[in-house]
């Protein structure tokens, strides 16, 4: 049992965390970073690739720098704690991890090396208007055409779609809208004839796009894996996406709770500082137990993502999900509470944080989601 | 970063997992999972097993007969005591009077009273709390007034745990009048048998006989009784309290009482089926089991954190602990009860043998109610859980 990071991952996390304080001075520059026409900065992008972090969860073979779940977490930390806009979730964590797991030698070849320098982003295009959170769920059609395939359909809220040179697409090859089999993950470039994006901003200052597809056509080289049976690995694309939500909410919440004491001790009324009333000390802790069993939580999401049984694996993922949600709307809306008027404003920063905090709650599912996930599942504590 | 357990970790938890389940004698433990009282006989004969084997009192000095365990293998330890429903060792002696005589006592003291404490053949209670003095313990009023080698004790301690059985009770005691209220007490130790004290027994509200009130008439009590020095008796008693906060969270009480709860829901019928079919109670019971997984975690973090020396201060995550522990294995009680369902309402009377007039015919219905209630004084005793509250906000927040 070892809770300590290794020298490396320690380096990583002074980089990381210095580059993010420093990219990320105030609440100003984050507004100006989101303003910018990709949604972030371009430049700062490029500073992460120099850090190496673009190219982390790759194999040196393939040209990255052998990153395991430990330092996605410690990355992930790093964003939530400074609310950094950059597309590392969608692209490094979700559209990453579907091309490390599933992408055979060629496809490797043609595209790590792009997406280790930073010029060539990812995004996962999955979710429709019908299928929640359920990741087998599919309606968009990849109708087999040759050798190749002929995609339809419309995917929502994909994250930085608009940034990316890459979509990763699911899409049913056969099978009904809910049939576990016949789904493939095909990559789509952005430029692919047929292929619309529609980008919005997202209500926790990031930017998404409805992904429209029509008669959108890709060659046999485009699918990643069997194209009828990519469910598993589009569920390992989820696992890792929620293990790397876990930790950008601990950094979220530490970064918010430190503010709410912070101001708890500066914020005068009736003489003395607010802090000092005994009503409020006791939810201030309350946050902190909250934080405190949701970083055990995302330890236990970045052990547990790469464990072998897919059953213990999905259970204790969904797991961490829940325990995490509760924690980000405890965290959330006390934050707000314990500061008052100035927690309800645009101007101050903690405000920014519940939102983004209120958001993670409906990525990748929701409490009662997961919960009934464990639930049906019974096996965090043995029978 | 790693969570699993090093092979020569995994390989002492087997150990102790097999011992607890080959040595201590089943019915005992039958009693403790099922939530029944222990008559004093059986704790007595569990911590005899226990100490023959030196695991009576592994957190004490070596030379005491504690063992040299890091703190992951004392976890582990107690974790496994948990888990396998094996009392764990009486915790006056124990964790309490033990620890402080062996920090604070002299060697004559030490002779007398660890031997005989680490085998239970003296059974320690504790006389910290007074009516008028519980979570402000400090305004304690019990007092020893010094008459020649002996103080003359007069007062009244309260929720006295188990001290029906006590051969020996430690105190706090007030022997400096002038001075402020933490510096003017001792800690005294005084014979259960001395003339003037007075045991009444108090009946808590599931019906046991757990906790007492203990006069003190001018009892006379030799000098050679004070530990440590006059007047420092609340240093040791801080350092007794971080003793007590040690393993409070009782991950593994509430891991077996979860474990349970599943058995005997897939053997209770609801409706066309049974209670594990209910998705709504199994979702209640995932809920518990989540927070559970976390604070788990959340001890090993503590526990791997931990110096190999006792600390003297109380290390505040350890009421983030106490907090969240308290709450969850009162959760697991609720559950229980829940499904008891109506059930839960019968208290026939029993004997401890199988009986046929058992309320449906269950015959662990009838624990649930009580265990229940007698749950509820989790989040009271030890600190109650707002003085948790305090302790974390002063002690990691700076409020």
Redesign the interface.
Known sequence: ??????DE?GLLRDSIERFCADAYPSLETRRRRAAEPLGFSADNWRRFAELGVCGLPFSEEDGGFGGGP?ETMIVMEAVGRTLAVEPFFASTVLGATALRLGADAAQRERYIPGIVEGTLRLALAHTERQSRYDLHDVATQARRDGDGFVLEGHKSVVLNADAAGLIVVSARVSGDRRDPAGIGLFLVPADAPGLTVQPYPTQDGGRAAEVMLADVRLGGDAVLGDPESGLPLLRRVAEHGIAALAAEAVGSMSALHALT?EY??TRKQFGVAV??F?AL??R???M??AL??????A??G??MVDAADADERAAALS?VK??INKACRLVGQEAVQLHGGIGMTMEYLGAHHFKRLAMIEYQLGDTPFH??R???A?V???? | MDLRFTPEEAAFRDEVRTFCREKIPAEIRRKVSEGRGLGKDDIVAAQRILNARGWAVPHWPTEWGGQDWTPIQRYIYTEELFQAAVPLPQQFNCYMFGPVLATFGNQAQKERFLPRAANLDDWWCQGFSEPGAGSDLASLKTKAVRDGDHYVVDGQKTWTTLGQHADWIFCLVRTDFAAKKQRGISFLVIDMTSPGITVRPIITLEGRHEVNEVFFDSVRVPVENLVGEENRGWDYAKFLLANERTGIARIGLTKERIQRIKRLARAMPAGPGTMWDDADFRARVAEVEIELKALEITQMRVTAKQGRADSVEPDPASSLLKVRGSELQQAATELLLELAGPFGLAAPARDGQGRNDLPGGFDWVDAAAPSYFNNRKVSIYGGSNEIQHNVIAKGILGL
């Open positions: 049992m070892d809770f300590d990071f290794s991952q430990v004491v708890l001790k802090g000092s005994q000390q006791h201030a802790v309350d902190l137990i405190e069993q949701a970083r055990s939580m330890i236990y970045a052990m797991s829940v325990q919960l009934r464990v639930a049906d019974g965090l504590v043995a029978a």
